[in-house]
């Protein structure tokens, strides 16, 4: 388990980041990339999404281009506090949540999509958390996740490994099935540089 897989960790790392995050995201994770996310979901205006790690709300900028209202979830005060700057605290369109992707404080049964990216490298049990997906989508709602591919140099392997998770396609398949999922398919994603950086994963709940 890597260094930043542990709740309060992570949090410290936020803390900080929180100030940088939106100039150094783009190098990572930018509107193209998102816009090519977003369009592998069957989004209409009136469903009711969430968005687990939103961070500053990069991704809820996008979700809100296709839906009316975006529930927004960040364990992250200090990555809130950047998202509330931009959308408020307390009103629509965004209904923010402090809370753990591995116990969401929602109802069974009540999201259309459920979304998270450049969250689940830092869940200590993605599995936990994908069933918590699961758990709170609608049957038949669908699930889309963006995390970091893994490297293919062994030298990048062991790196990676010491900081936080990083997946091939393999164990994204293992781990959204073992959640439950089905119909899962892949997306390599990432800016020019380094076109596989990401890899999103989507999939579908049982009716």
Not at 133 to 147: M, T, Y
Not at 176 to 205: C, M, N, W
Request: aromatic share 12%.
């Amino acid at each position: 388990m890597g260094i930043l897989e542990n709740k309060a960790r992570a949090r410290l790392f936020y803390k900080y980041l929180s100030k940088v995050y939106d100039q150094i995201n783009p190098f990572i994770w930018n509107e193209e990339m998102r816009t090519e996310a977003l369009d592998l979901l069957e989004l209409e205006a009136d469903m009711t999404v969430l968005d687990v790690g939103c961070g500053t709300g990069f991704a809820t900028e996008g979700l809100l281009e296709r839906v009316d209202e975006v529930y927004a979830l960040d364990q992250s005060e200090h990555q809130l506090e950047q998202a509330y700057a931009k959308f408020g605290k307390r009103a629509p369109p965004v209904q923010f949540h402090r809370g753990d992707a591995e116990r969401l404080p929602f109802a069974t049964d009540t999201f259309d999509v459920v979304w998270s990216s450049g969250s689940i490298e830092y869940w200590p049990n993605p599995i936990l958390a994908l069933r918590e997906f699961r758990r709170v989508l609608k049957p038949g709602g669908q699930v889309l996740v963006v995390g970091p591919n893994y490297p293919d140099n062994v030298i990048a392997q062991k790196l990676a490994d010491s900081i936080m998770l990083f997946y091939d396609e393999y164990e994204a398949d293992r781990m959204f099935k073992r959640a439950g999922f089905e119909d899962v398919k892949h997306l390599f994603q990432g800016p020019s540089y380094d076109p596989e950086v990401a890899i999103t994963t989507i999939g579908r709940a049982p009716e």
